[in-house]
């Protein structure tokens, strides 16, 4: 299964931005997803998963109130509604399919993703 994200962009702090990451293949709907970011010199940071029966997410700390994750398996996508974004948000965002095995909640690491895709850029100026 390949990942593609995008949507990306230059948005000023207060600013929305939605994320979209489209997945090829057919398992798509049996998969759990996730969104994870890094910015220059840090580790990539979880930010949002969603189980496969789509009502099931969990959120990071920072982002929690702010973004909503959502998927439509009809289309291969997970996407991300990221709102009242703050400077604290920049960094490359990166979709990812969660192991199998991991046990879905709000601390995902790197180590329970199987795939990712290439990122996106999403920077929030002050």
């Known amino acids: 299964v390949q990942l593609q994200a995008s949507g990306g962009g230059l948005v000023q702090a207060g600013g929305s931005l939605r994320l979209s990451c489209v997945a090829s293949?057919?398992?798509?709907?049996?998969?759990?997803m996730a969104w994870f970011r890094q910015a220059p010199g840090n580790e990539r940071e979880f930010v949002a998963a969603i189980h496969r029966n789509g009502w099931t997410k969990y959120y990071g700390d920072s982002v929690k109130g702010r973004f909503t994750v959502s998927r439509d398996n009809a289309k291969n996508t997970v996407s991300l509604q990221m709102n009242n974004l703050k400077p604290k948000d920049t960094a490359v965002y990166y979709c990812?399919?969660?192991?199998?095995?991991?046990?879905?909640?709000?601390?995902?690491?790197?180590?329970?993703?199987?795939?990712w895709g290439k990122g996106t850029q999403v920077t929030v100026s002050s």
């Open positions: 293949g057919r398992a798509f709907s049996s998969y759990g």
């Open positions: 990812g399919i969660i192991l199998e095995r991991a046990w879905m909640s709000n601390s995902l690491s790197v180590n329970d993703i199987q795939s």
